[in-house]
């Protein structure tokens, strides 16, 4: 079944660890995002990419990096995570022609300590 | 540039009466319209769409939406709700003019909450 994957679900680190939050999607999309979310409030897009080797920062500045080296896979960096990263990830894809709707992965709740 | 307002931060709606959820957007060109719900600690699931065509799109669990082009709003509607419709409503909009991103601009989200 065609789904869009983030593991972990949650994840509780120190401060200055290296995160990876990962991303997969078996729906053939070009398009994948990174979205923050604060609990409750609005989505603030941080990266997205057009597409294999394409990555674009998104409208909220994002201390995070990201990487699009195969099309199903779209991993977020965080080098050194600061409480100030506590926050709800989320992952989405859309395809590259038609209605343009996004599908949402399950998202990744990060608390750093 | 393109905008999406949701003037409710909460709707409250006794279980089994309508309830809507307003949404307005700003968008150059012909706008594309969508409604997402979230539950807690979920990601956004996508509910419905307005393209073309017909002002009332039908959706997922029983929701509608009626695109009004003079008043640039998409409200969401559900003729009865439940206590199961309690989540967070997003409405989203891209303009016709945006390009290979396809990035939509979020609303600000509504909570909806259904009394039983």
């Known amino acids: 079944e065609a789904d869009i994957y983030q593991t972990p679900r949650y994840l509780v680190i120190g401060t200055g660890k290296k995160i990876t939050l990962e991303c997969s999607q078996t729906?053939?999309?070009?398009?994948m995002y990174w979205y923050q979310q604060d609990p409750g409030m609005e989505l603030h897009l941080i990266h997205y990419?057009?597409?294999?080797?394409?990555?674009e920062k998104g409208d909220l500045s994002s201390e995070s990096t990201v990487s699009r080296i195969r099309t199903e896979h779209f991993p977020l960096t965080l080098e050194s995570a600061r409480p100030s990263h506590t926050s709800q990830y989320l992952c989405?894809?859309?395809?590259?022609?038609?209605?343009?709707?996004?599908?949402f992965g399950p998202g990744t709740r990060l608390t750093v300590t | 540039a393109q905008s999406v307002a949701q003037p409710e931060d909460q709707v409250n709606v006794a279980e089994g009466n309508p309830l809507t959820v307003k949404c307005t957007y700003s968008?150059?060109?012909?706008?594309?319209l969508f409604w997402y719900v979230q539950y807690p600690n979920r990601g956004l699931q996508f509910l419905l769409k307005?393209?073309?065509?017909?002002?009332l799109v039908k959706g997922s669990y029983g929701f509608e939406a009626e695109f009004n082009k003079s008043q640039t709003s998409f409200h969401l509607k559900k003729p009865s709700a439940l206590v199961s419709d309690s989540a967070l409503y997003f409405c989203?909009?891209?303009?016709?003019?945006?390009?290979?991103?396809?990035?939509?601009?979020f609303g600000t989200g509504t909570l909806l909450a259904v009394q039983p």
């Open positions: 989405a894809s859309s395809a590259g022609t038609g209605g343009y709707e996004q599908y």
């Open positions: 729906m053939g999309h070009d398009k």
């Open positions: 990419s057009y597409g294999v080797n394409s990555t």
């Open positions: 968008v150059s060109g012909n706008p594309y």
């Open positions: 307005y393209i073309t065509g017909d002002n």
């Open positions: 989203a909009v891209r303009g016709s003019y945006g390009g290979a991103t396809n990035k939509l601009i």
